[in-house]
């Protein structure tokens, strides 16, 4: 008998489980198959007096809809098409940005905004400005993200003195800023953020892995999850103490 685990998703009263009458055969995003791949996650067979249905154990599917979240889209009475696409065109990384200003030329934070995919926009941006970088003013910056037309949030955090690590800084933004499922941070001007960016998107919600820790190859830009930063400082377990376990993409 298999044990349902605390963390699982139950495929029942999700719009894009597929049933045949009253038995769960598959899923329109394929996902029952994908999961069914991974070794951390098991694909269990349940029923209740109404159906037969799937229980992604040990995973939270990324997939997982019911109906009545389309209807914020008007999209309750769409087709099965419908709901796929719009799943697709909505369903993109959450993450805050973090970039570290310390070294920055105003050209080096062009260059980084530019590169920042438009089709996987950040939540927010935070730019950590020092006390003695007087050329990099609020109206500088302001000025380069308007030039760029950056639509999502943003704001400067001020450094007063650079005693504290860049590990540190991030460290305080992650355990203050909690709806954010991903953190990226760049720690220096790296080329590679652009697509470091779009490969951290399709690992997550297109093969479904996991990991602790994702970096560049320059080991500028270090990815990771929220959650399971806060979680492991909770318990003690800092998930930068190890850099043999960082996945570089």
Same mark, same amino acid.
């Given at each position: 008998?298999?044990?349902?685990?605390?963390?699982?998703?139950? $495929?029942?009263?999700?719009?894009?489980?597929?049933?045949?009458?009253?038995?769960?055969?598959?899923?329109?995003?394929?996902?029952?198959?994908?999961?069914?791949?991974?070794?951390?996650?098991?694909?269990?067979?349940?029923?209740?007096?109404?159906?037969?249905?799937?229980? &992604?154990? !040990? !995973?939270? $599917? &990324?997939?997982?809809?019911?109906?009545?979240?389309?209807?914020?889209?008007?999209?309750?009475?769409?087709?099965?098409?419908?709901?796929?696409?719009?799943?697709?065109?909505?369903?993109?990384?959450?993450?805050?940005? =973090?970039?570290?200003? !310390?070294?920055?030329?105003?050209?080096? #934070?062009?260059?980084?905004?530019? !590169?920042?995919?438009? %089709? &996987?926009?950040?939540?927010?941006?935070?730019? /950590?400005?020092?006390?003695?970088?007087?050329?990099?003013?609020?109206?500088?910056?302001?000025? #380069?993200?308007?030039?760029?037309?950056?639509?999502? %949030?943003?704001?400067?955090?001020?450094? /007063?003195?650079?005693?504290?690590?860049?590990?540190?800084?991030?460290?305080?933004?992650?355990?203050?800023?909690?709806?954010?499922?991903?953190?990226?941070? /760049?720690?220096?001007?790296?080329?590679? #953020?652009?697509?470091?960016?779009?490969?951290?998107?399709?690992?997550?919600?297109?093969?479904?892995?996991?990991?602790? =820790? /994702?970096?560049?190859?320059?080991?500028? $830009? &270090?990815?990771?999850?929220?959650?399971?930063?806060?979680?492991?400082?909770?318990?003690?377990?800092?998930?930068?103490?190890?850099? %043999?376990?960082?996945? #570089?993409?």
């Amino acid at each position: 008998m298999n044990t349902i685990n605390t963390i699982h998703s139950c $495929c029942k009263n999700c719009v894009f489980a597929q049933y045949t009458d009253k038995t769960q055969t598959d899923c329109a995003l394929n996902y029952i198959n994908k999961y069914k791949t991974k070794n951390d996650t098991q694909i269990l067979e349940a029923y209740d007096d109404e159906k037969e249905f799937y229980i &992604i154990n !040990k !995973k939270k $599917c &990324i997939g997982y809809r019911e109906n009545k979240w389309f209807k914020q889209f008007n999209l309750e009475n769409a087709s099965i098409e419908e709901k796929i696409s719009h799943f697709y065109s909505t369903n993109k990384l959450d993450y805050l940005i =973090v970039i570290n200003l !310390k070294d920055y030329t105003i050209e080096d #934070i062009e260059n980084v905004i530019k !590169k920042i995919p438009n %089709d &996987i926009p950040p939540a927010r941006i935070i730019l /950590v400005r020092y006390q003695n970088q007087t050329h990099l003013t609020y109206q500088t910056i302001q000025d #380069i993200l308007l030039k760029y037309n950056i639509a999502y %949030d943003w704001r400067i955090q001020s450094m /007063v003195g650079d005693e504290h690590s860049y590990i540190e800084i991030l460290h305080n933004i992650t355990t203050v800023h909690t709806k954010y499922r991903f953190i990226i941070g /760049v720690e220096s001007y790296s080329e590679y #953020i652009g697509d470091f960016i779009t490969n951290m998107n399709q690992k997550i919600h297109e093969d479904l892995e996991q990991f602790l =820790v /994702v970096t560049t190859a320059d080991k500028k $830009c &270090i990815g990771y999850s929220g959650s399971v930063y806060r979680y492991g400082t909770i318990h003690k377990q800092h998930i930068f103490s190890n850099p %043999d376990t960082f996945i #570089i993409l």
